[in-house]
């Protein structure tokens, strides 16, 4: 099993890392101190495949466990939803020593993060994530919240976890697209901070296409390293931690103008990546073959790396942009980069330069 941990102070927590975790899940849970009621919130997909072994672990270590099941998608992290689950915590009477359980993917831990974060001001939760996208990036940090029709994410809070159980194993389940787009996130903690993981990821791209469970094991230990140090500096946002939205600015626009129905959330900030990517060349000095690095890599992991927006569409873009949560005196802010490796976040960018570089994308032949 590899251990990584996120320091900060009492709040302070390990992200385990291995297969056979949800089988544990119970004891985990029984030595935070916590109540004996519990919920485990999952959607319909997610539900279907690893409620009943999340239930028998948790019974078995003498907890009582509620099932709160959501629709599957990002349409389910909205307030109506939020709603639904407060009413049902409550007709089985949880208490502040509570604890929730997030079973499932980014949408399901963004949204269970945020009821344990507003339920009787503030219960516990443990995330265990089920895609290679919340094991590396949505399950980690603290970032919890749903969505508005205005945009995504902009109505939240900072909440963390007691634990966060990474279960290799329901990985294997993972269908191929989810796959896919959760190996946008792990892309980008190479681009970010880490040039031999970027270079790692050209290498052995195909094994984790194949689900190479110790190259698995070993990339996602990794990400979640990076991530813990930057959340360890900078828990809400205030500034270093500012560089993991690379990519997210255009890709949270991309999502919000399509309704949350054209793409998955990996696929949008892997757009989103290689547009920041172009955009650095641009603003920022990185080469040019580094940039087509970024691009390629996208490429192999079978990800969108071109859009095509019509003018109307482009400016329901940029409004989209400016109710992002990034937006600071009322100016988008990028995060670009000098080289794979470094990045400068809260970068100004004119609206001239963002249509040239969707102009790039447009014409580009994958």
Known sequence: MRTVRVSLGPRSYPIRIAPGLLARL???CAGLGLGQRC??????????????PAQRALTAAGFQPLLITVPAGETAKSLATVRSCYDQLAAHRLERQSFVVALGGGVVGDLAGFVAATYLRGIAVVQVPTTLLAQVDSSVGGKVGVNLKAGKNLVGAFHQPRRVLCDLDTLRTLPERELRAGLAEVI???????????????RDLPKLLRRDPRTLARVIARCCQIKADVVGQDETETGRRAILNFGHTIGHGLEAISRYGRYLHGEAIAIGQVAAARLSTRLQGLPEAAAE????LFERAGL???????????????????????????????????RI???????????AEVNAVLDTLASRKP
Do not use: H
């Open 26 to 28: 119970g004891r985990e």
């Open 39 to 52: 919920a485990i919130l999952t959607d319909a997909n997610v539900g279907r495949l690893y409620a009943r």
């Open 188 to 202: 980008k903690y190479g681009i970010i901070c880490d040039a031999r993981l970027f270079a790692q990821l050209e």
């Open 293 to 296: 690095r970024v691009a390629r």
């Open 304 to 338: 969108p790396t071109t859009v095509r927006l019509t003018a109307p569409q482009r400016r329901s873009l940029w409004a989209a942009m400016r109710l992002d949560k990034k937006v600071r005196g009322g100016e988008i802010k990028f995060v670009l980069a000098r």
């Open 341 to 351: 490796g470094a990045v400068v976040p809260n970068c100004r960018v004119d609206e």
